[in-house]
């Protein structure tokens, strides 16, 4: 019995405090969400907040299941945090295996505002968290050794209807997350795939994505589907650096992603399509725009843990309505297209990057100053590989190589100034290395075509030069040698005629069969053929060739002198002295030739006195090897050509065209020149028109260190000259003064010596050496020539006259007598007796032979003056007569002699009395009295 009761004793025990426990446990449950509410609160303020309140909290510990109802936080009377409703549910059971795993964590109508400054603090729902305290890094092997006792996991979790008020120095904004889902993710489980789910509203821009993360694996992993909507980037300016001063444009997207990092080995895999609509960065002055920016492809981007980088992309890239805008300079263009593979490769102190790219851009454009560069359609093919080494931060070497590049321009054109360049296919396909640091940045080869270049200055509405087709294969070495090899140029047509459109000058083709130009040290010509030259030149009353004065002006030339601009230029600017190797430039050249049928040459006259046309054509033109670094070394060069239908020029000899003084040896020929079609260009030089003749001419000519001898036998047939009424005062004037200067024969003195000259059949022949010093600076050749042939004039008639006339052959020129008249030749007087009118015996066989003379020079007129000397004055002085009488009686006699010598002529000699002129008597202070002779 006593143990029946001892044993009721002890259950009652239990039942107490069975019961005092379940009441216990009762009134813990009972106040347990409002000691957690408190605790919460209480928690908060003492992390920062200034206030903190709950409105209510639901707990039930056997479930593990926990809500929050309207938790809000406050700092300085600001609202930092609003919980609208918080969910949890605990899983106990995992607890005992040292996981806690939350079974569904769910918040709802959150408003959470996140301040951040660097290196100082950052604020999330009003409670700072300092920054700029130091932290030990954790290594992966201190965290192999010092494990996380407890796993943290949720199965479920959920946020929706959130905004996120960010504020950082660059940014503020509010970010609305509409959904956001994670699920199972425990990091007892590290390999577990979790499923993340966001929609995310920021501005009027939409961000969605579903992926797949391993967030606890030792390979932290994300892969999945992003799509982007209108996302604003403007709100991102402020992560920029200050100087930008424009970031905008609404970026668009669906990208396939997935992003490995391993202990600090990135490793980020995109597909997919991304855009940029009405992007704009801008600077001070600086900015890009662009309607829209598109990428489509694959990309691949890893980094190692030591820094290095691989990006790999495949796929294409599209630019729309795009300008770069700088100070007095714009790039546009209406698309760009970009199709292709790059690979860049980073490692260490070596950079390397290959890419395969095929690059379209359509309507492009690029300005700056008074240069408009156009460009309809540009098309770009090939391989592009980079390198770059860095030993130290100043040694840096790098390169560029494009191999089997194509390049192809449709339509360009360029404006420069009055200047208008249009070409309508350029084209370039070879290779190119760029090596900035080496001895030669740049090696280029390949080859070049271009289609209808044309060259045209707007302003004045002329053409300069169009080209229908060029090729050649083109080796380019920087700084200065370029090679051009089968260079090739068809069709080309040079400036206008002064009376059209139509080309001055018109070439069916040029080939060079090797061209080389090293700066400014050397060019060496290959073999330089010129194919059907057809050309029209104009000479005017100045002597300039007007076509050539038009293209000078077409091409920008200012009527400012050269020497003025030099100087205005070396005022502004110091001269630079001219280097030894730019004054020694050396040239070379194998061959030059003119070949084709067709090549003509219509050369005229405009302005002159009369005009003149005439019809060239080029038969043969050929100038051998040249070398200025071997002066010594002779250059053939030979020439054949007509001119109209019968006229045959010819030239061939050699010459030294880089000896410092000058030196040659060709001989010269002319066939039948008809001298009349030239008659505007020799009037000037001759007083006179030409009025009909044909030249012959046969020249030697030998220059030898500057010294001019020539040898030239001239032959003229039929030649008349026609005197120039309207000059002949001022022509006869200055051969007045030509004949007191140097005794020359001019003008008329010209003419009648070339009646004189004039064989029975009207043909002229003369042999005219010309001599004269090159170097001489009063030398000039014009008028070395004019001398020669009127000297060579003079010379033949006085032969002429001496062998008709002889013995009576002395000849005078007539400043020597008292006439002083300019176109005169004076003959041997007829001699008369001392003071009477009887001629001395011999007169009459002179007196013969000047009829003969007459009679075979029909165009000579005779001049008969008769005078009186000396000795016949003293002659009627003896006889007593003296003043009046003796000045009439002499008078008388002069006159007397004068008239008998005509009438012999006439009656006796049958020369018509038109042909003779007779003078006023005078004085002459001669030894022979008598009549003076003068044509």
Known sequence: ???????????????????????????????????????????????????????????????????????????????????????????????????????????????????????????????????????????????????????????????????????????????????????????????????????????????????????????????????????????????????????????????????????????IQQSGQIGVRNLTLQQQDFQIQSNAVDWNGQLTFSIDKNDGYTLQANGEWQLNQFALTQPQQLIHLEDLKWLGQVNIEQQSKKLQVESRNQLMVSESGFKQDHLDTKIKTLFWKGPLTYQETTATPSQKKSKIMLQGTQLALEKTSVALDDLRVSNDLLQWQGGVNIEPNAEKPMDMSGQLGSSKLIVRNATLNKRVLQLAQMKSNVQFQSPKTIQFKQLSLDDIAVGQKVDSAAPFLQVAGIQLSDLMMDGNSKTELGKVTVHNVDAHLTLNAQHELEEVQALIKSLGETSESPSSKMKSESTQNPVEPVSSETKNAAIKLEQFSVTGQKNHIVFETHGLDSKMKQNIHLKRVE????????????????????????????????????????????????????????????????????????????????????????????????????????????????????????????????SLALNLLRDNEGKIELDIPIEGDLSDPSFRLDQVIQKAVLNALQSGSKTMLAMTLQPYGAIYLAAEYAFKQANTVTLQPISYEV????????????????????????????????????????????????????????????????????DWLVEQGGIHSSRLTTCHPSFEDLPETGVLLSM
């Not at 054949?640 to 040659?664: C, D, R, W």
């Not at 120039?724 to 051969?735: G, I, L, M, Q």
Request: proline content about 3%; charged content about 20%.
């Open 1 to 267: 019995m006593k143990a029946i009761l001892l044993r009721w004793k002890s259950l009652k025990t239990r039942y107490k405090s069975f019961i005092i426990t379940a009441l216990v446990l009762a009134v813990f449950l009972f106040f347990l969400p409002l000691m957690l509410k408190k605790t919460i609160e209480y928690a908060l303020v003492q992390q920062g907040a200034e206030s903190a309140q709950v409105e209510k909290v639901i707990i039930n510990p056997f479930s593990g299941r926990l809500e929050l109802f309207n938790l809000s936080v406050s700092t300085n009377q600001q609202q930092q945090l609003n919980l609208g409703h918080l969910k949890v549910n605990l899983g106990w059971l995992d607890l005992l295996q040292r996981h806690i795993n939350l079974q569904t964590l769910e918040l709802f109508d959150t408003t959470l505002f996140l301040t951040y400054q660097p290196n100082e603090y950052i604020r999330v729902g009003g409670i700072s968290f300092p920054l700029n305290t130091k932290q030990s890094v954790t290594t992966p092997e201190e965290a192999a050794k010092k494990p996380f006792f407890w796993g943290l996991g949720f199965q479920n979790l959920v946020l929706k209807n959130a905004t996120l008020n960010l504020k950082t120095p660059e940014l503020n904004k509010v970010i609305q997350f509409e959904d956001v889902s994670v699920s199972r993710t425990a990091n007892w489980k590290p390999e577990l795939y979790s499923q993340l789910g966001f929609r995310i509203q920021d501005d009027k821009g939409l961000l969605t994505g579903n992926l797949d993360t391993k967030i606890f694996s030792d390979t932290q992993v994300i892969k999945g589907q992003i799509q982007i909507s209108d996302f604003d980037l403007h709100s991102y300016q402020g992560y920029l650096p200050k100087t930008w001063e424009m970031f905008s444009g609404l970026a668009s997207g669906e990208l396939e992603v997935k992003v490995k990092n391993h202990y600090g080995a990135v490793d």
């Open 623 to 750: 100038l051998g090897s040249l070398n200025s670094e071997k002066p010594l070394l002779k250059t053939p060069v030979k020439l054949e050509a007509t001119v109209g239908k019968y006229t045959k020029i010819g030239l061939e000899g050699s010459l030294h065209p880089f000896t410092q003084k000058t030196n040659m040896d060709v001989r010269f020929n002319v066939d039948e020149l008809d001298l009349y079609a030239f008659s505007p260009l020799i009037k000037d030089a001759l007083g006179y028109r030409i009025q009909s003749g044909a030249l012959t001419l046969e020249s030697d000519i030998q220059i030898q260190e500057d010294m001019l001898k020539s040898k030239n036998h001239l032959a003229l047939k039929g030649f008349e000259l026609e005197n120039s009424t309207e000059e002949s005062t001022s022509t006869d004037a200055s051969n007045s003064q030509d004949i007191q200067a140097d005794g020359s024969l001019t003008g008329g003195t010209a």
């Open 835 to 902: 003071g009477q009118n009887k001629i001395k015996p011999g007169m009459a066989q002179y007196l013969q032979k000047i009829v003969t003379l007459l009679e075979d020079k029909k165009k000579i007129t005779l001049k008969v003056c008769g005078f009186y000397n000396q000795q016949d004055r003293n002659y009627w002085i003896q006889k007593g007569l003296k003043d009046q009488a003796l000045q009439d009686t002499l008078y008388s006699l002069a006159q007397t002699r004068q008239n008998q010598v005509k």
